[in-house]
């Protein structure tokens, strides 16, 4: 049996226990710091349960497979309550999935049975409400409690907006980074920051970084999740800015642990300054292949375009695009696409129907591109501007950054 830890929604293995002949097992004596925890048989059979160093012990017994849907509690008040909660909450899902079903299968024009369904299931939600709440009667100090109550606070402030998010949850509260609810709350800040608030984005990352100061594990965990999300989703820019300031900056108040130096050490390979790496281009039509190099070496600058042909929002910045080459193309700005298709008709469907006229290239394997790969592309359009070494100029965010950006370099 093993002992995952929790940050967030990461989980690590800290200890382990052999089950002996009779089915039994026990963690040697430890004091972990309070906070949810997960039992583990292997990677997908794992349930959840609180560590308290308030309770001297937690017993339980596990009757089979997945242990999530066969574990008693037979002591801890902490893990009796949660898992009565986890009984109600299947229980209620299971009834909201039927009546999602009826719906799926009403008429869209019957108003009387829709409303109907709604009134259902608004009532089987009230009835969840109410029996957590008769499980938190009797536990009112107890930290399932105390996480329960952080949610609700987080819930009503969301709709609110930005502010009332900041003031209802405790970025620097160590026993909520050890629950599922901390990634949550930095996730419905950063999606509530207005797009013309003053700062943005990289206002709500120092906003959040400050926040969670006073407590490194909070702070750590904080930029590395934040680092992950813009990676992940793109946000170059917003990816660098958190390099630059807090993680090689004068921001920087842990150094980087393995995965996010590893992540760091990836990102810097592609960022701006640093010499493109030589891919080969092919073409699915003609089955040429050309390298990078030779198309950069004989252009002032060459903007490379990722983007797929099954894009809208790709499609969207043909057009302006095109305006930027044509205004541009005589003081030596060049475009090159690279899609990440998967199919050969679709590749030639999206270079006639979007009237894309610059040399266009496709591994036709869509994101498993190897030039996406190299580049670090998480998303689609994504544009990098070469200068005529190969050395990568900027990773501008749409159309309006990469004009101002080449008219920034051009002579």
Avoid at 307 to 319: F, G, I, K
Wanted: one cysteine or more; aromatic letters at 8%; glycine letters at 8%.
């Amino acid at each position: 049996m093993i002992l995952y830890d929790t940050k967030g929604m990461d989980h690590s293995a800290i200890d382990s226990a052999a089950v002996d002949p009779q089915g039994r097992f026990s963690f040697k004596p430890n004091t972990f710091p309070i906070g949810f925890y997960q039992l583990a048989t292997g990677d997908d059979d794992r349930a959840d349960i609180i560590l308290d160093p308030g309770e001297k012990a937690v017993n339980v017994r596990i009757a089979g497979s997945p242990i999530q849907e066969h574990l008693t509690v037979v002591a801890s008040r902490e893990n009796q309550a949660m898992w009565a909660y986890k009984r109600v909450s299947r229980q209620v899902q299971s009834e909201l999935t039927g009546l999602r079903s009826m719906r799926e299968g009403a008429n869209p024009q019957d108003r009387m049975a829709l409303l109907r369904l709604d009134s259902m299931e608004a009532s089987v939600e009230a009835r969840r409400k109410e029996l957590l709440d008769e499980i938190l009667k009797d536990i009112p100090d107890s930290y399932f409690a105390y996480v329960v109550n952080a949610d609700r606070r987080l819930m009503a402030a969301i709709p609110a907006g930005s502010s009332a998010i900041s003031e209802a949850f405790g970025w620097a509260d160590g026993r909520l980074l050890r629950s599922s609810i901390y990634p949550k709350a930095l996730m419905a800040y950063l999606q509530s920051i207005p797009f013309d608030a003053e700062g943005g984005l990289h206002g709500g990352v120092d906003s959040l970084m400050y926040w969670a100061r006073p407590d490194t594990a909070c702070w750590r965990y904080t930029r590395l999740l934040l680092l992950r999300a813009f990676d992940q989703f793109g946000a170059e820019d917003l990816a660098q800015f958190l390099v630059d300031e807090y993680v090689m900056g004068p921001n920087a108040m842990l150094p980087p642990d393995t995965e996010l130096l590893t992540m760091v050490v990836e990102r810097m390979r592609v960022a701006v300054g640093a010499q493109a790496p030589e891919i080969l281009l092919p073409d699915p039509r003609s089955g040429d292949t050309t390298a990078l190099s030779t198309i950069y070496s004989v252009h002032r600058f060459t903007v490379l375009l990722f983007y797929s042909s099954n894009c809208d929002h790709c499609h969207a910045q043909m057009p302006g695009l095109r305006t930027i080459r044509s205004d541009l193309g005589e003081r030596g700005v060049a475009v090159v696409g690279v899609a990440l298709d998967a199919d050969l008709q679709e590749f030639v469907d999206g270079l006639e129907q979007h009237n894309i006229d610059w040399p266009s290239y496709s591994e036709l394997i869509g994101w498993g591109s190897p030039a996406a790969k190299v580049f670090g592309v998480k998303a689609t359009p994504a544009f990098i501007v070469l200068d005529a070494t190969g050395t990568i100029v900027a990773r501008p965010i749409d159309l309006g950054s990469l004009r101002a950006v080449l008219l920034r370099v051009l002579p």
